[in-house]
């Protein structure tokens, strides 16, 4: 029941449903409020899983809320937080299903930065808190490289960069272009999927990520996090090559190591053809006089083994001599056993003599003759054991001969063998020669002789002698 003091004139008033009433505010808002830009702090924020995003811009005096759908940020390279300052254009509404005003983001920038600049910071800390850039992780360029991978545009000068510079430097590499497009919609993935083929490949000793200068919207494909993560997983060791000195991407955070150019990494994949040129030469140096010196040692040493081992008459010869002694011996100690008996045998003739009665003459004799019978038995014996005796030494010292003659071939036919796979005239049989000048020195530079100058090459099977008629220096690299 209303007051009586109030009243209510239906006819002038008009009454509005709450829905009736938003939709009004909304339109009106709509149709005097234009599309204006704001600065302010964000706070508030949200992203659901609908991929739209709702925060509050604010400063110190009032806020308003503030919605950006998912279609409005795919030109956002960054996210934004809370706390950061930013620069935005939104188109003033109504919520109506809440009766809530709110700005619909178009556009939104960081202030102090550009948005690209706050994406590039963003993922740089994202990516170094997860351990993209430690250096644990970096891979070592290999020493020996064979094969060298660019991913790089076919169409720029990048690639022609590369290949001069390793022509020069390292022709020996073989260079396979992975190619594609470095930059443009869509060339982060594209190039993330020429590393993974690149790496996949499994043929590249070291991968080269390049590109040409340009500014931060050229580079951009090369601050993606989808390419800094292609190129963490890479096992082949890789080199980034991006932009001019002055350009810093992602990937040169991620890579293996930087180069300031294209043509630096080129150099960085490679050693020096010079130097390694160098180092041969100094290696084969080192190896000529390493066996110079070695058959100097071995010959040395057959030396000394040919003055320590008598000559096989001189040993024959001593041997011969022990065995006339042994002989003289054996025949001098037959003589005075021969001797020895006989006086025995006549002491005993004596003692039978004394002893015998004088009417057993016969049994005398008989006994005479048995004991002359038994002491020739006697001597036949001993001179038979010594004669075998004589036999056995006989045999003993020629196996002892034989023996010691053995060895000593079988150490001299050693050293032969050793010699002779040292010996120059060994590599004189496979193909090689050795020029000397008149007075037997050997010939290693031109220097030595001039036109005319008569020299002798050693082959192996002759030697040919010949004069000077032309001489041609070749130039040290």
């Known amino acids: 029941m209303l007051h009586p003091d109030f009243e209510l004139d239906f006819n002038t008033d008009e009454i509005y449903s709450v829905s009736d009433f938003l939709s009004l505010c909304h339109s009106t808002i709509e149709n005097n409020i234009p599309i204006c830009w704001l600065r ?21 005096k009032g806020q308003v809320r503030c919605a950006m759908f998912r279609l409005s940020q795919r030109h956002i390279k960054f996210i934004p937080e809370n706390g950061m300052e930013v620069l935005l254009q939104a188109a003033p509404t109504l919520y109506e299903a809440r009766g809530d005003f709110q700005l619909i983001v178009r556009r939104i920038e960081p202030v102090g930065v550009g948005n690209l600049q706050a994406a ?133 955070f991620v890579a293996d190591m930087r180069a300031p150019t294209p043509s630096a990494a080129a150099m960085l994949a490679t050693p020096d053809r010079l130097e390694l040129l160098s180092k041969l030469s100094k290696l084969h140096a080192n190896l000529t006089q390493h066996i110079q010196q070695t058959l100097n040692n071995y010959q040395q040493q057959l030396k000394q083994l040919s003055l320590g081992m008598p000559s096989f008459n001189r040993q024959l010869n001593v041997f011969s001599q022990r065995l006339d002694e042994l002989n003289t011996r054996l025949n001098y100690q037959a003589k005075i056993t021969l001797n020895l008996n006989q006086g025995k045998l006549n002491t005993l003739f004596e003692q039978l003599k004394q002893h015998s009665p004088i009417a057993s003459i016969k049994h005398k004799q008989q006994l005479n003759q048995l004991a002359k019978t038994q002491l020739n038995n006697h001597i036949q014996h001993t001179i038979a054991q010594q ?70 090459t050693r082959l192996g099977d002759g030697n040919l002698y010949s004069e000077v008629k032309k001489i041609e220096k070749f130039k040290k690299n």
Not at 129 to 154: A, R, W
């Open 40 to 60: 302010g702090e964000i706070s508030n924020f949200s992203s659901p899983t609908s991929g739209h995003w709702y925060f509050s811009l604010k400063d110190d």
């Open 120 to 252: 590039f910071e963003q993922l740089k800390v994202k990516l170094r808190d997860e351990g993209l850039f430690d250096t644990q992780h970096k891979k070592h360029l290999p020493v020996e490289v064979n094969t060298i991978g660019v991913v790089s545009s076919s169409n720029g000068a990048v690639i022609q960069d590369i290949i001069k510079v390793l022509n020069k430097r390292y022709p020996f590499a073989e260079i396979l272009l992975f190619d594609c497009m470095v930059q443009g919609e869509g060339s982060a993935k594209k190039l993330a999927q020429a590393v993974q083929a690149a790496d996949k490949y499994g043929q590249c000793d070291v991968l080269i990520l390049a590109r040409g200068g340009g500014s931060l919207e050229d580079l951009w494909a090369f601050n993606e996090e989808i390419l800094a993560r292609a190129i963490f997983a890479a096992t082949t060791p890789i080199i980034s090559a991006i932009g001019h000195e002055t350009d810093t991407t992602i990937a040169d």
């Open 387 to 456: 004669q075998l005796d004589l036999f056995n030494l006989t045999q003993t010292l020629k196996k002892a001969i034989h023996h010691s003659l053995e060895r000593q071939k079988y150490k001299l036919a050693a050293h032969s063998a050793g010699l002779h796979h040292l010996s120059p005239l060994n590599t004189l049989s496979r193909g090689y020669s050795i020029s000397m000048l008149e007075n037997n020195q050997v010939l290693d530079s031109v220097a030595q002789v001039k036109i005319g100058t008569l020299i002798n």
